[in-house]
């Protein structure tokens, strides 16, 4: 049950999806479930597929076979894009000549859906401070990723995706993601991430997925663990 006292509603559902890209298969007939208020881990090696799986389900990518349901919307369709969903993906992007705070009021102007307060707010949630006037060519990569991550969650979304979310960042800023993310999921946010660190999947992932040569399965619990040490 969420904290609503609904039963959790199943925020994305893959079914049989295969990806093609100059005819080389990129992910084989990927079935996956991702419920409300949970969080999800893939592991793999580089090149498994995981980011493939991720642009997929931001609609980047259309797949060449199959079904891709986000939030209710079959966004396997042409045209097709998830509503209320936050990403970061790969290395986040940003304009360097300008502030944080000046990105992602830019980034925010494309849908009007939050004010200046809403965003100053995620970006002292991810540890940063929204009164920094300097550009983002002077920030580290740590500070890059943070800001990344507060551009993803600042209009709230109801589902999280993750590639390598703690990379970059340093001790203190790994335990602040996980505070972070357990707080959202608190809030009934799904989240998929993508990660190398075992510390991270078993702390935080309420389920685990493997992926490799663009096949995904799921990693049963053994003993109320995860059998990840093999996959890491």
Same mark, same amino acid.
């Given at each position: 049950?969420?904290?609503?006292?609904?039963?959790? &509603?199943?925020?994305?559902?893959?079914?049989?999806?295969?990806?093609?890209? *100059?005819?080389?298969?990129?992910?084989?007939? %990927?079935?996956?479930? $991702?419920? #409300?208020? *949970?969080?999800?881990? %893939?592991?793999?090696?580089?090149?498994?597929?995981?980011?493939? !799986?991720?642009?997929?389900?931001?609609?980047?990518?259309?797949?060449?076979?199959? &079904?891709?349901?986000?939030?209710?919307?079959?966004?396997?369709?042409?045209?097709?894009?998830?509503? #209320?969903?936050? @990403?970061?993906?790969?290395?986040?992007?940003?304009?360097?000549?300008?502030?944080?705070?000046?990105? !992602?009021? /830019?980034? @925010?102007?494309?849908?009007?859906?939050?004010? =200046?307060?809403? %965003?100053?707010?995620?970006?002292? $949630?991810?540890?940063?401070?929204? =009164?920094?006037?300097?550009?983002?060519?002077?920030?580290? $990569?740590?500070?890059?990723?943070? !800001?990344?991550? @507060?551009?993803? %969650?600042?209009? *709230?979304?109801? $589902?999280?995706?993750?590639?390598?979310?703690?990379?970059?960042?340093?001790?203190?800023?790994?335990?602040?993601?996980? +505070?972070? /993310?357990?707080?959202?999921?608190?809030?009934?946010?799904? +989240?998929?991430?993508?990660?190398?660190?075992?510390?991270?999947? #078993?702390? !935080?992932?309420?389920?685990?997925?493997?992926?490799?040569?663009?096949?995904?399965? @799921?990693?049963?619990?053994?003993?109320?663990?995860?059998?990840? #040490?093999?996959? /890491?």
């Amino acid at each position: 049950m969420t904290a609503a006292g609904r039963v959790n &509603e199943t925020v994305v559902h893959v079914k049989n999806v295969t990806v093609r890209m *100059k005819n080389q298969v990129v992910l084989e007939r %990927i079935n996956l479930q $991702l419920d #409300e208020g *949970k969080i999800y881990g %893939i592991i793999g090696r580089n090149g498994s597929g995981k980011t493939m !799986l991720l642009r997929v389900l931001c609609g980047l990518v259309r797949p060449s076979e199959g &079904e891709v349901w986000v939030l209710g919307c079959e966004i396997s369709r042409p045209g097709a894009f998830p509503d #209320e969903v936050g @990403a970061v993906i790969e290395t986040p992007g940003f304009l360097p000549q300008y502030s944080g705070l000046k990105n !992602l009021k /830019l980034l @925010a102007s494309l849908r009007n859906r939050i004010d =200046e307060d809403d %965003i100053k707010e995620a970006i002292r $949630l991810v540890g940063l401070d929204p =009164e920094n006037k300097k550009p983002v060519r002077t920030y580290s $990569l740590g500070m890059r990723q943070r !800001l990344g991550l @507060a551009q993803a %969650i600042m209009e *709230k979304p109801r $589902l999280l995706l993750l590639d390598e979310p703690s990379n970059g960042l340093d001790q203190e800023g790994v335990r602040d993601l996980h +505070i972070l /993310l357990r707080n959202l999921r608190s809030k009934g946010v799904t +989240i998929l991430l993508t990660s190398h660190s075992r510390e991270e999947i #078993e702390t !935080l992932c309420d389920a685990v997925y493997y992926m490799e040569r663009g096949r995904l399965e @799921a990693l049963p619990e053994v003993q109320g663990s995860l059998p990840i #040490e093999k996959h /890491l």
